[in-house]
């Protein structure tokens, strides 16, 4: 059997516009103090994917419109809705009191596995990346209804935070949607 690549104009696409009006996703995606303008528009990428319903930049985390959030997110910050809030602290005691699931992704004592995580049926998640040194802060994972760990078997402590995004938005959206 052979393969051919399909063409862009070939993958149904919608545009911003049906994009906008999609139901989205129960989740929101929410970046602590991220320093790389290329993750950011990494993530972007992803939440566009997967129809993700907010992203909430915080702290030193850039926002667009910027030319290296834009060389990686690829237009995703026309589509995804996002917002600033400087304080993320402040931002989780928000969203808890709206009834949103809080989940840091970290590593952390008493952690649950990525893939042993259940979601609830309407409910609403917000997942926390961390800083590329310093991961989540402490005071997030310590107001985080639940800390979840991507399970890893090498040598590296972690991954980087665009791939946990990935990993983590796709099982988010698997469990949420799809089951």
């Not at 970046?31 to 993700?52: K, P, Q």
């Not at 809705?81 to 602290?89: A, F, M, P, Q």
Request: with cysteine; net charge neutral.
């Amino acid at each position: 059997m052979k393969h051919r690549k399909l063409k862009n104009s070939e993958l149904d696409r919608v545009d911003v516009d049906a994009f906008i009006a999609a139901k989205k996703t129960p989740l929101i995606i929410v970046l602590d103090n991220i320093r790389s303008l290329n993750n950011i528009g990494s993530v972007f990428r992803t939440a566009d994917a997967f129809l993700v319903e907010k992203i909430y930049l915080c702290g030193i985390t850039a926002t667009p419109p910027h030319k290296d959030i834009q060389k990686t997110a690829l237009g995703a910050t026309e589509s995804v809705k996002w917002e600033y809030v400087e304080s993320t602290d402040v931002l989780i005691a928000s969203l808890k009191k709206e009834g949103v699931i809080v989940c840091a992704i970290e590593q952390a004592e008493q952690s649950v596995s990525l893939e042993e995580y259940e979601i609830g049926s309407n409910k609403k998640y917000a997942v926390v990346f961390g800083n590329e040194v310093k991961g989540v802060q402490q005071s997030i994972v310590s107001a985080s209804d639940a800390v979840i760990e991507i399970p890893q078997f090498g040598t590296k402590h972690s991954l980087n935070i665009s791939v946990s995004a990935g990993v983590v938005v796709w099982d988010f959206f698997k469990k949420l949607t799809l089951s």
